[in-house]
């Protein structure tokens, strides 16, 4: 790794570090450096741009030094497809008090860094929890926070788990003495263990719904974690959380982050591989795996899962289990009537917090758009 090169030097200390982390020239890194612009009475931002795996001189190319933001590069050749270490090379270079991860392809709406600069400050929060939007215009309605809240969000009654990008402001001692960073070697997932061990920490968390927005960009057609992966490394990261970390949490707590991975990790892992998937032994057995793991986190998880979540998870386990089973069990899945999408096996645990259709309720009071 070579030293940070400024660009243009800051006269004093910053007050915000931005990680934004490259791999090729391709992206619009021009906008997402563009988009940390503050006023000129805004808190004092440094840019920390690194090149993974590439040279600073190939993203100099395609660069232009942006008036009123410093800007500095820094390289990183460890030769992993994996985003963390570049992520984590930037954090460590990082000296503010308080931190912001930018994605190349990704970019912040106007006055948004100090914006949620003022509300950590005059709330005294912890963390900004930064409403995100595709770049479409689209809001994406996580975390699943109770309707109208801004203040004080619970990582169980707010669904943080479902948040687990740490997409926003924080500082940089947020969650305790130990320095957010993230999982290194892994390609996806990188986040999901740091991210919820900032959100299940006791911190001050500030979720500011109507202010200026994290903005995905839909250019990245070459991300570093594009390519489909086994399921067995998919599941790495998951597998991964410390298991003394987990013993630490409440049953409740243990069974939101169980439920939110069985949705949004193994049965959705599932069904976006579809019937026609080779569904040799090895990914069978990768399933299992990451099932019985969240059965020992938290073993009443699944019933808050829908009828036909609960089936897939049913087929994928019995002994008798083929490839030719598990893809029938997939269009099963598919053509799923609506109350098999809704609702749970046992009628009275659609009343709990985890439910689909609580959260289907909770999406109707939620007037985000």
């Known amino acids: ?17 931005v990680v934004i982390a490259v791999h090729t020239a391709t992206r619009p890194l021009q906008r997402a450096v563009e ?30 030094i942006v008036d009123g933001v410093d800007v500095r590069f820094l390289e990183v050749h460890d030769g992993l497809n994996s985003p963390a270490g570049p992520k984590n090379a930037g954090l460590d270079a990082a000296t503010a008090p308080y931190l912001c991860l930018l994605d190349s392809d990704d970019y912040l709406e106007p006055a948004a860094l100090e914006h949620w600069y003022r509300v950590l400050e005059s709330a005294q929060a912890d963390v900004v929890i930064a409403p995100v939007r595709h770049e479409s215009g689209k809001i994406i309605k996580t975390p699943r926070a109770r309707p109208r809240r801004v203040a004080n969000l619970d990582p169980v009654r707010d669904g943080l788990a479902y948040a687990t990008a740490m997409r926003g402001l924080w500082r940089a001692d947020a969650g305790g003495t130990k320095r957010f960073r993230y999982v290194p070697e892994l390609r996806v997932g990188e986040d999901l263990s740091p991210g919820l061990q900032i959100y299940f920490s006791g911190a001050r968390f500030y979720y500011p719904r109507k202010g200026p927005a994290y903005v995905l960009g839909n250019e990245a057609v070459d991300r570093v974690t594009g390519n489909e992966l086994l399921l067995a ?48 032994n090895a990914e069978l057995a990768a399933v299992k795996e990451l099932t019985e793991f969240l059965d020992g986190m938290a073993p009443t998880y699944d019933r808050a899962l829908t009828v036909r979540d609960s089936k897939i998870l049913a087929e994928s386990l019995k002994p008798q289990i083929t490839s030719e089973l598990m893809s029938k069990a997939i269009e099963t899945y598919g053509v799923a009537g609506l109350p098999a999408t809704v609702f749970t096996v046992r009628l009275w645990d659609n009343l709990g917090r985890g439910s689909q259709l609580r959260q289907l309720v909770r999406a109707t009071l939620d007037f985000r758009s």
């Open 233 to 280: 490394e998919e599941f790495r990261a998951i597998l991964q959380i410390p298991s003394v970390w987990l013993d630490s949490l409440s049953l409740r707590q243990r069974q939101s982050i169980a439920v939110k991975i069985a949705r949004t990790s193994l049965v959705a892992a599932i069904v976006r591989r579809g019937a026609e998937h080779d569904w040799n």
């Open 1 to 17: 790794m070579n030293q940070p090169i400024d660009q243009k030097n800051s006269a004093t200390s910053p007050e915000i570090d």
């Open 35 to 64: 988009s940390c612009a503050v006023s000129k009475r805004g808190p004092r931002v440094r840019v920390t741009v690194v090149c993974h795996n590439i040279s600073i001189q190939e993203i100099l190319h395609n660069f232009v």
